[in-house]
């Protein structure tokens, strides 16, 4: 089982980045394609960006395509998000995970890390 730890989240303005990093345990990191997930009070969990295992390809969501850039290194068993632009409406607990999640929730078991908050205020 993989374990994931989120960090680099924090307080910033509107147009400020954020750099998120998600370290994860266990030697079949590199076999999963990873993606970062966010939820905002009262709303769903959704998958904003993707990296596959293997091949180097990035999905991203709509509504941060241009703005996020999702890499990951898997010497390091880390995946990273690159946020860029930053929107009030970015403002969420920002998960690591396995692609392909399709719950309401974030972070509900222990598959999930503890997620990182960004808030985007002026």
């Known amino acids: 089982q993989v374990q994931l730890v989120e960090s680099g989240g924090g307080l910033v303005q509107p147009g400020g980045s954020l750099r998120l990093s998600c370290a994860a345990s266990g030697n079949t990191f590199s076999s999963y394609d990873m993606g970062w997930y966010r939820q905002a009070p009262g709303k769903e969990c959704k998958l904003v960006a993707a990296?596959?295992?293997?091949?180097?390809?990035?999905n991203y969501s709509d509504s941060v395509k241009g703005r996020f850039t999702i890499w990951r290194d898997n010497a390091k068993n880390t995946v990273y998000l690159e946020m860029n632009s930053l929107k009030p409406e970015d403002t969420a607990v920002y998960y690591c995970?396995?692609?392909?999640?399709?719950?309401?929730?974030?972070?509900?078991?222990?598959?999930w890390g503890q997620g990182t908050q960004v808030t985007v205020s002026s």
């Open positions: 990296f596959t295992s293997a091949g180097g390809s990035a």
């Open positions: 995970n396995k692609a392909g999640y399709m719950g309401t929730y974030c972070g509900v078991n222990g598959d």
